[in-house]
């Protein structure tokens, strides 16, 4: 008996050749890249979404705010609108540092300290506004441990504007919107109640 020690070749079997290869990583960066193109979308949708909710909301309570303080909403100037509006929106919503009157913007008004003041006529959100508990994402404490403002779903703040007769105001009652997703004012993706 003879044993063969040459190794039989089998016909017919090959490798991947190099374009076949490209053309399989390309067709799945292509997929991968649409995936990545519609998640962003959906998210920066659902923000919107989101921000469209809180504004609803937001506006409501506002009146709610202004009947239970005698139809008085705080005045605002163009710089309080840049730079305090969250933190008026806070103040409203929440009841913290409003003083004994209850009302934001008047001699009376105190210190944040995290809590409703005990003249607050009531807190309006007391579960999205609560520093101590911002599941919600709707209060910036920058960095510190006390609220500061209240902002929309991309960390801008709320803008809030009450200057009745003013030719600037666009709702007869008060301005309330977010700058949108690209952070400038004024833009077309602002959600706005006007």
Do not use: C
Not at 22 to 45: D, E, P, Y
Not at 185 to 191: A, F, K
Request: aromatic content about 8%; proline content about 6%; hydrophobic content about 35%.
């Amino acid at each position: 008996m003879t044993i063969s020690l040459k190794p039989k070749r089998i016909k017919g079997l090959r490798g991947f050749t190099l374009v076949e290869l490209l053309t399989v990583v390309t067709i799945i960066v292509i997929l991968s890249g649409m995936v990545v193109g519609v998640s962003a979308f959906v998210q920066r949708k659902a923000a919107v979404d989101r921000a469209k909710a809180q504004l609803a909301t937001f506006n409501l309570k506002i009146i709610e705010y202004k009947n239970d303080a005698g139809g008085f909403l705080p005045p605002t100037s163009e710089e309080d609108v840049e730079a305090r509006s969250g933190l008026i929106l806070y103040r409203m919503l929440y009841g913290d540092g409003v003083g004994d009157d209850g009302i934001v913007g008047t001699a009376d008004d105190g210190a944040l300290d995290g809590r409703p003041d005990e003249g607050a006529f009531r807190v309006y959100l007391p579960d999205q506004l609560d520093p101590d508990n911002n599941n919600h994402n709707m209060i910036n404490k920058k960095g510190g441990e006390l609220p500061v403002e209240v902002v929309d779903p991309w960390g801008n703040p709320w803008r809030f504007r009450n200057q009745r007769g003013d030719p600037s105001q666009k709702n007869p009652d008060f301005d309330l919107w977010s700058i949108g997703p690209d952070g400038k004012n004024g833009t077309v993706d602002d959600i706005k109640n006007w």
